[in-house]
């Protein structure tokens, strides 16, 4: 069965340092793959996503994500944490087909030291 | 652009209550969608539409109905509410059926609590 998993529920940084949020999928073919990131109370926003070409993708605020084929993973990187990036962060995977649903990982929660 | 809006924002339902929840966006979107969020189990699809008059089920469909009249609505309703299905509720929706290939926009979230 499909899925994308996300190893670490919790992690604590201190701001500055910087940050690897691990996300690895299981799917039958390469799939589409995304960061969104969850603000206490809020919806999702989407940080970045990878189809394909380069697998060193760059999204929003800072946050870029590593594609490795042969890990089956997409690990979500920042140098530097600041205390704004206090969030929960869902890794999620689809098909590229005409039935590609988004497959969410469960999610891990950031929290800054300052 | 209001983007995905949904309505209302809380609601405390009794069991065996029915209600619908409202979603619209305003993007032209043709796909639509349904999730519930749960403490530790990230984001569960319930259903999912890639046009109007278009619907099917996602990975927890059981308690729930959708339709899909226009291409800016897509409420969810729960038909007797349990307590089982006290959640976060998020629509979502996105430019093409293939929504693999695009961005999914979400809405707020409904905050839904049986008793």
């Known amino acids: 069965a499909q899925s994308v998993t996300q190893p670490d529920i919790h992690i604590t940084v201190s701001e500055g340092a910087s940050l690897e949020l691990r996300c690895n999928y299981s799917?039958?073919?390469?799939?589409?793959l995304f960061w969104y990131v969850q603000s206490p109370g809020q919806g999702l926003q989407l940080l970045l996503k990878?189809?394909?070409?380069?697998?060193l993708v760059q999204g929003i605020k800072g946050f870029e994500a590593e594609f490795k084929r042969s890990q089956s993973s997409f690990n979500l990187r920042k140098p530097s944490v600041h205390w704004s990036d206090a969030a929960e962060y869902f890794c999620?995977?689809?098909?590229?087909?005409?039935?590609?649903?988004?497959?969410f990982g469960k999610g891990t929660k950031l929290s800054v030291k300052p | 652009n209001a983007g995905v809006t949904q309505t209302p924002k809380f609601q405390v339902l009794k069991t065996g209550q029915s209600m619908t929840l409202q979603c619209a966006q305003d993007?032209?979107?043709?796909?639509m969608s349904w999730y519930r969020q749960d403490p530790g189990m990230g984001l569960r699809l319930i259903h999912y539409?890639?046009?109007?008059?278009?619907?099917d089920q996602g990975e927890v469909p059981n308690g729930y109905n959708v339709s899909r009249s226009t291409t800016e609505d897509f409420p969810l309703r729960l038909l007797s509410a349990a307590p089982s299905q006290t959640s976060v509720y998020f629509c979502?929706?996105?430019?093409?059926?293939?929504?693999?290939?695009?961005?999914?926009?979400f809405g707020p979230g409904t905050r839904l609590t049986v008793l």
């Open positions: 979502a929706s996105s430019y093409s059926p293939r929504q693999g290939a695009s961005e999914q926009f």
């Open positions: 993007m032209n979107h043709e796909y």
């Open positions: 999620a995977a689809a098909n590229g087909g005409s039935q590609g649903n988004l497959i």
């Open positions: 990878y189809f394909s070409g380069d697998t």
């Open positions: 539409s890639v046009g109007a008059g278009i619907t």
């Open positions: 799917y039958g073919a390469t799939p589409y």
